[in-house]
């Protein structure tokens, strides 16, 4: 089981990226997959959710509006689509898998397999 998470970069306020989360080993159409991020010295924090099979989709407040999860099963990879990104989204993002109960998608400890983050910084 592997995750590779992809497309972070530099970018400014206002603009947008689209994160990637490739995944093998394992058909993710029949698990969770989850994003998360943890900016310098702050716990880590979910950020979006894509249940598995029926792909219903959670979003935490602070991105609601402006991130969109979104998974290609031919591709077996999910994305995270950011749009008007502030400075306060600027972290580390980590895609994981895991079949949580809803009310706890944003617990890290649900999830059992990790990938290995990439930086998104947005500067002001």
């Known amino acids: 089981v592997q995750l590779q998470a992809s497309g972070g970069g530099l970018v400014q306020a206002g603009g947008s990226l689209r994160l990637s989360c490739a995944a093998s080993?394992?058909?993710?159409?029949?698990?969770?997959i989850a994003w998360f991020r943890q900016a310098p010295g702050k716990e880590r924090e979910g950020v979006s959710y894509i249940r598995g099979s029926s792909g219903a989709r959670y979003y935490a407040d602070s991105v609601k509006g402006r991130f969109t999860i979104s998974r290609d099963n031919a591709k077996n990879t999910v994305y995270l689509q950011m749009n008007s990104l502030k400075p306060e989204d600027t972290a580390i993002y980590y895609c994981a898998r895991g079949r949580p109960v809803l009310s706890a998608w944003l617990t890290s400890s649900m999830y059992d397999s990790w990938g290995q983050g990439t930086l998104v910084t947005v500067s002001s």
């Open positions: 080993g394992f058909n993710l159409y029949y698990d969770g």
